[in-house]
C-alpha cells in the first residue's frame, strides 16, 4: 500500500484521495472532539484515548513497518513536543466552555495560520476566490465568537477565556498540521511515519491523565473511561491518519481548510448527541465557516 501512495503523489487520482480524507478526516474529528469533551474530564478522555492509540500502534511500529531513517528521530521529538503543547490547550479550552463554543473556533481559525504555513514552508499559493473563501471562512469565526460572547448565559465568566484560548489552540493546530506534512512528506514511507507518531504521541497525556485521576476526590468508573479511550483511539487513527496522508497527496493549505468543514458536523453532534443549546444562527455561522473551506477548495 505505501507503494501505492508514494505512486498517487501529484497525480488527479491522489488529489480525488486527498479530498475524499480530508472529509472524512473532518467528520472523524469532530466524533473526536465531542469523545474528549463528553461527560468524562477532558484530561482523562484525552489520556484514554491516547493511551489506546499509543499501544495500537506499538506493535505496527516495532514489528510491520520499516524503522525510520536517522534523520526521522529529530522531527519525531518536535511533533511530539508540539502535540503536547496542543493537547494541554485543547483540554484546557474544553474545560473553559462549551463544546460549540470551542470547538468552532479552535477548527476555524486554524486554518487562516495553516494557509500561511503552508507558503512559507511549502511555497503553496492561493487564488484571488480562495482568499475569498479564507475571507468568508475567518467571517463566520468572529461571527460566532461575537454571539457566543453576546447571548451565551452558560459559563459566561469563562467564556472570554475560552476563546482566547480556542484561538491560541487553532494556532497550534495549523503548526502541527504543517509539521506533520513536513515529517510524512520526509519518510520515506507513510505508514512508518504514522506507526512512530501514534505510539510516541501517546506517552504524554495518559501519564497527566493517571496523575489527575489520583487526585480526584470523586474518581470516574474506570470501565466506561476505557472503552471511550479505545473508540476514541480507532478515531484518532481515521481521523489524524488521514489528513497526514491528505497533505501528502495534495496541498497542505487545501487539506487543512477543507478538514474545517468538520464544524458543520460539530454543531450537529452538540445539538443531537451533547444535548448543548445550538440555534439556527449559530448553525448559520458554522456553515459559513464550512462554506468558506469549499469555496477554497474549488477555487484552486
Known amino acids: ?63 510491520v513497518v520499516p524503522w525510520p531513517a536517522p534523520h526521522m528521530w529529530p522531527i519525531f521529538a518536535g511533533a511530539f513536543l508540539i502535540h503536547a503543547v496542543y493537547k494541554m490547550l485543547q483540554a484546557w479550552a474544553y474545560t473553559r466552555g462549551a463544546y460549540t463554543v470551542v470547538y468552532p473556533v479552535v477548527r476555524g481559525s486554524s486554518p487562516f495560520f495553516a494557509v500561511i504555513g503552508a507558503g ?15 475571507a468568508l471562512l475567518m467571517g463566520g469565526i468572529f461571527g460566532l465568537a461575537v454571539y457566543n460572547l453576546r447571548h451565551l448565559t452558560v459559563a459566561r465568566d469563562t467564556l472570554p477565556a475560552a476563546l482566547g484560548i480556542a484561538v491560541v489552540t487553532g494556532a497550534f ?8 506534512a513536513y515529517g510524512i512528506r520526509a519518510a520515506a514511507d507513510p505508514f512508518t511515519f504514522l506507526a512512530w507518531f501514534f505510539m510516541i504521541d501517546g506517552i ?4 497527566i491523565a493517571a496523575l489527575r485521576w489520583r487526585g480526584m476526590v470523586t474518581r470516574p468508573a474506570f470501565a466506561p473511561l476505557a472503552a471511550r479511550g479505545l473508540i476514541g483511539g480507532l478515531i484518532a487513527f481515521g481521523s489524524f491518519g488521514s489528513i497526514m496522508v491528505a497533505t501528502r497527496l495534495d496541498k497542505v493549505g487545501e487539506a487543512a481548510v477543507l478538514r474545517e468543514t468538520s464544524t458543520v458536523f460539530a454543531a450537529l453532534i452538540g445539538w443531537l448527541v451533547l444535548k448543548e443549546t445550538v440555534g ?4 448559520a ?3 459559513l465557516i464550512a462554506l468558506g473551506a469549499v469555496v477554497v477548495e474549488m477555487g484552486g
Open 1 to 63: 500500500m505505501s507503494a501505492w501512495l508514494i505512486a498517487l503523489e501529484g497525480t488527479d487520482a491522489g488529489r480525488h484521495l486527498a479530498l475524499v480524507l480530508a472529509l472524512a478526516a473532518a467528520f472523524l474529528h469532530a466524533v473526536f472532539g465531542a469523545l474528549q469533551k463528553g461527560r468524562h474530564d477532558p484530561w482523562l478522555s484525552r489520556g484514554a484515548i491516547d493511551l489506546s492509540y499509543g499501544l495500537m500502534a506499538a506493535p505496527f511500529a516495532l514489528f
Open 120 to 134: 512559507l514552508i511549502f511555497g503553496e499559493t492561493f487564488t484571488a476566490t480562495q482568499w475569498g473563501g479564507v
Open 173 to 180: 493546530v495549523a503548526l502541527y498540521t504543517s509539521y506533520d
Open 204 to 207: 504524554l497525556m495518559p501519564a
Open 280 to 283: 439556527p444562527r449559530r448553525i
Open 285 to 287: 455561522l458554522m456553515s
